[in-house]
DNA sequence: CAATAATGAACGAACGATCGTTCATATGGA
DNA sequence: TCCATATGAACGATCGTTCGTTCATTATTG
């Protein structure tokens, strides 16, 4: 009996994923080169041998786990990008802050890994994603319903919309990934508002 | 006699320059992990147990390029050292601008090396620049003549000036060592008169 | 000044360790 | 039986570092 379980026809399999689940933690706390696939093994709990069941290199491990990671960055019920559909820049500021600071916290591996990409292989697994950028923000203004945001005369609203996005990953990469805990002397939130409040208003004062 | 000069006792010692160019090219390039120190004793053209006799180990020469960088960094005549000497926030944004843009021309070395010392080492040989940021910034802020910068009210001047500079030198970051040209899809010169009318007077229109 | 001793930079073979990868073999369910 | 999965010893290459040695230069001596 119990025929009604096992659907995967192969056996368990589960292997594959602690080696994956292993080699992200390795590569991210110490590069690539700096990780062997004996240490690899170990901490996924797997043969040496077995690794090369898998994957056909220790490279091709690290680009699959990469197109992995993107595969899942770019599905649109992530946080920003439900932000981008369900809501209007520039009034969705703060939406946007809260969204970078959830997709820093839920993707700060591959954050990482794209740092190791950029420093161990001259970003070539990952360069491509950088290109095109603005066309890809007013692609994503245009598909709004809507009309286009209402801006200050002479602002792009695409590049205006980057501006936004790209403070708030920086700052949450600050804090989450380097470990500069608190760098502008205020919590998360209060730096989301003072954010906001300078993107809307700017620094100047009115009365000017 | 002739003592005045021949500070240094011993002979030439142009080897110990050369190869700590040809480390940071390398390191830069491809890692610490991933480069040998044959590969830099060839690169220098010098002998491999040479290197042993300028630098303890690797590590060390890793480390030693590290400080040298950083002690050049710090250096008060560097540009964004002399705005901030000699211009005050808010006005002088587009000087910040430019002033960024020369760091990470002149420091793009440096800055790869810090990714490499938080991708291979954890950070720990550069954590320490992260921590107190914000109060070195109202230190910078506190020592200008003038009393403080005029901006809106509510809004922290220190905290403030960071999110500008810390916003240009991720754009050119961006631009110059993640070699995403054209990010936002225009100049630089024209993208820093973006941000910086931003900066001052907000994304809103003024009619509101 | 000439002769000698001392210095430490420079060299490259060699060491033991570890690297990524392969392979012969074992296992166990279909 | 078949075949995908798993194992770990083994391979050749390369790693960081050490070592004995050479050699030009400097310092000391007479």
Do not use: C
Request: glycine share 8%; net charge positive.
């Amino acid at each position: 009996m119990t025929l009604t379980k096992t659907p995967s026809p192969r056996a368990s399999a589960g292997n594959r994923e602690r080696i994956l689940k292993a080699a992200t933690t390795l590569f991210r706390r110490q590069g690539f080169h700096g990780t062997s696939t004996r240490e690899i093994a170990e901490k996924a709990g797997v043969s040496l041998g077995n690794i090369y069941n898998h994957f056909k290199t220790k490279e091709d491990l690290f680009v699959f786990i990469l197109a992995e990671y993107e595969k899942e960055y770019f599905r649109p019920d992530q946080p920003l990008y439900k932000v981008f559909a369900d809501t209007s820049f520039p009034e969705n500021i703060e939406a946007l802050g809260e969204a970078s600071g959830k997709m820093v916290h839920k993707f700060g591996d591959y954050m990482l890994l794209m740092y190791v990409d950029v420093v161990e292989f001259d970003a070539k697994h990952i360069a491509r994603l950088f290109h095109g950028m603005r066309d890809r923000y007013a692609k994503l203004l245009a598909s709004r319903p809507g009309g286009p945001p209402r801006l200050r005369s002479g602002l792009d609203p695409a590049a205006a919309m980057m501006m936004v996005v790209w403070n708030f990953f920086n700052y949450f990469m600050m804090e989450k990934l380097f470990k500069a805990k608190g760098h502008y002397g205020m919590s998360d939130p209060d730096a989301i508002r003072m954010f906001a409040s300078v993107f809307r208003k700017g620094l100047l004062p009115e009365d000017r």
